[in-house]
């Protein structure tokens, strides 16, 4: 096993503090006060087996699945993802491959890969809209598929896949005993009423959660993967081998999340609903930016004008204007920006009116 470097991780965590940051992926920090938290919930340890079960038991009540089917991991998503691949590759020997979506998430790519699996990819295409292209899925699918990953909604674009699109990936997945894994961070941020979790798309599924992206919770780290029983309990054995227990104070905090999540939820998309109406507005008096709009989420990622250096345009933002977006080559998309619009709503306007400037600079 090897674990490479990580670029746009190492890229973020490298960033000089501004004015007005629309790189960061999550939306404005939740303030405690809407946890409810009593003294009851400042708690040194737990009693805990795998995951703390109250914890796991508001979870699969949210997602209408079972208690055996959830799987609680101090590490947010980032690392419900290292186990549920850990998990679903179990077992599996040379030669085994990974399909996982171009463009997409750096560690969702690099993790398989660090198994020493070989790794193939799913094109989502900008003039599609991102969609899945079931015709190529069905030719990367054989004898030698383990498992598929995908992002939903879309991690850089923010596009959706609709159910019956992934219950005809996880049908095609199936036939050769194979997994797919949905990270589904984002799709907490959807706009309107809440839609189905993907792993109701088939008994193959395995899916990625947490509260950083939609609440404002980063710091609590709470992540949790829902999916087979099987896989389950290999992610159990995985945990075992590397964190053993979660952390019991971002356990119980996290539960009293799940408790006020109605208060959190309102505000969360009193700040996104407000703001994506501002993106939108923003785009169609900019023309020097094409975009997807996604229907929920809180990034955007629209393309330049051919010929742009994206991360000149980055350091200009940043230098000259102190904003923050990420150049698109951390998302293999070299001709195109990502920025999020979880933040307040005067600090979106200001910063958007900061990217037309910058593009008025390199144009």
């Known amino acids: 096993m090897t674990f490479p470097e990580l670029d746009y991780i190492r890229w973020a965590k490298a960033l000089p503090k501004a004015a007005v940051n629309l790189a960061r992926s999550g939306i404005e920090v939740c303030p405690p006060s809407l946890l409810g938290l009593t003294a009851k919930d400042l708690v040194t340890t737990l009693p805990v087996a795998y995951g703390y079960r109250p914890l796991r038991e508001a979870i699969a009540r949210r997602y209408g699945v079972s208690v055996e089917q959830t799987f609680t991991v101090s590490g947010g998503t980032s690392f419900a993802n290292w186990i549920a691949i850990a998990a679903a590759l179990d077992g599996c020997g040379r030669g085994t491959e990974v399909i996982v979506e171009r463009p997409t998430y750096e560690p969702l790519l690099k993790i398989p890969a660090s198994f020493g699996h070989r790794v193939r990819r799913l094109d989502r295409k900008f003039e599609h809209g991102y969609a899945i292209d079931l015709d190529q899925l069905a030719s990367l699918v054989h004898s030698r598929t383990r498992l598929a990953i995908v992002t939903n909604l879309h991690n850089p674009s923010g596009a959706r896949i609709d159910l ?146 994206t991360d000149a345009l980055a350091a200009r933002l940043r230098d000259r204007y102190s904003t923050l977006v990420v150049p698109g080559r951390f998302f293999e998309s070299p001709r195109h920006i990502r920025f999020s619009f979880g933040c307040r709503p005067a600090t979106l306007a200001r910063g958007l009116a900061n990217l037309s400037r910058a593009l008025d600079d390199l144009s």
């Not at 009193?270 to 785009?283: E, Q, S, Y």
């Not at 709009?293 to 010929?307: T, Y």
Request: aromatic fraction near 6%; glycine fraction near 10%; charged fraction near 20%.
């Open 164 to 309: 019956p699109t992934l219950r005809a990936m996880a049908s095609m997945l199936a036939r050769v005993k194979g997994y797919l894994l949905v990270d589904e961070v984002y799709l907490e941020c959807t706009f309107g009423s809440r839609p189905l979790s993907s792993v109701h798309a088939g008994p193959n599924v395995i899916v990625t959660n947490s509260l950083t992206k939609a609440y404002g919770l980063d710091g609590l780290r709470a992540g949790w993967m829902l999916g087979p029983p099987a896989i389950v309990r290999a992610a159990a054995r995985v945990h075992n081998l590397t964190a053993n227990n979660g952390v019991a104070p971002g356990e119980q905090m996290t539960l009293a999340a799940f408790r006020h999540l109605k208060a959190i939820d309102q505000r969360a998309h009193a700040i996104l609903d407000r703001n994506l109406a501002t993106v939108r507005g923003f785009l169609s008096r900019e023309p020097r930016l094409d975009a997807l709009v996604p229907g929920g989420g809180n990034i955007v990622f629209p393309r330049v004008p051919r010929g742009m250096d």
